[in-house]
């Protein structure tokens, strides 16, 4: 034990002083000139800034100065030739750059906000009641995204028979679910385990809470086909992953918090939809 305080403050030692060299270096060549790309400057500071980051990483190569400096290098040849073939006109690119820039500028208004979002206990047993975790299983007929009227009727039609053949004999679910089920549950029987309500497709969850253990429903449509659910535990409370739970909660006061956001932009915007019905 001893030794290894030894070793971790020899190691903070080196880290001060090499932070405390920086420092100094700082003030003296920030601006000195390391490199030059094709008439782009590359200053000191930013090869120190780079190193550091990149100290923070653990990754599979030995990190130098010479290194990072390549790197830097070969970033600003590859922003020069993308501006160059005006890359960001590119329908793909402009998209995600235009997701950064989204996300960039919400984080940017609501950090504070964020940060002032808390998680309690009450907090966390009232979102526990409106979405308890069931252990489920499923047998799913598949529909296609794409699919057309004669697909899903007929999709339709078979889990009505499937549901049928379930309701004569309930015991004979998991092996209906291994002869019928298109899901990858069907080796087990149609076993989903247990799995939070945020995990679930909205239909899905609907169909089942509130319901005793041993309820089938019948056909459930969500955007993946027919759902043939069948409800095998619930979990107390007492038993839930805290922390899984603490960060959904948290995940739902952030959404309100978004919404709301939006809704202010909205109400100062002038939107126009012009089609009366969305399917």
Do not use: W
Not at 87 to 102: A, H, Q, S, T
Not at 123 to 129: C, E, L, N, Q
Not at 167 to 182: H, M, V, W
Not at 244 to 263: N, T, W
């Amino acid at each position: 034990m001893a030794i290894i305080k030894n070793y971790l403050f020899f190691h903070l030692l080196v880290f001060l002083s090499s932070t405390y060299c920086f420092g100094q270096e700082k003030s003296i060549d920030a601006n000195k000139t390391i490199a030059v790309v094709n008439g782009t400057n590359i200053t000191h500071a930013e090869l120190e800034s780079a190193y550091i980051q990149r100290l923070r990483v653990v990754t599979t190569q030995e990190v130098s100065r010479k290194k990072v400096l390549n790197d830097l290098i070969n970033r600003r040849l590859g922003i020069e030739k993308a501006k160059k073939n005006q890359i960001e006109k590119n329908p793909v690119i402009k998209g995600k750059i235009e997701d950064i820039l989204f996300h960039a500028q919400i984080s940017k208004d609501l950090e504070k906000s964020l940060k002032k979002i808390q998680v309690k206990e009450d907090d966390i047993k009232k979102y526990y009641k409106e979405n308890p975790e069931y252990r489920t299983a499923h047998i799913l007929l598949r529909v296609r995204v794409k699919k057309t009227k004669v697909e899903a009727k007929a999709a339709l039609a078979q889990s009505l028979k499937v549901f049928k053949e379930v309701k004569k004999d309930p015991n004979k679910f998991s092996e209906l679910a291994n002869k019928y089920s298109q899901s990858i549950s069907s080796e087990t029987g149609g076993d989903m385990g247990f799995q939070p309500a945020s995990q679930l497709a909205p239909e899905y969850f609907k169909a089942i809470k509130g319901k005793s253990v041993g309820y089938i429903s019948p056909p459930v449509r969500t955007q993946f086909g027919y759902h043939i659910i069948k409800v095998l535990a619930a979990k107390s409370y007492e038993k839930i992953n805290k922390p899984l739970y603490s960060k959904l909660v948290f995940d739902s006061k952030r959404d309100i918090v978004i919404q709301k956001y939006f809704e202010k932009m909205r109400n100062n915007a002038s939107i126009e939809i012009k089609t009366k019905k969305l399917q």
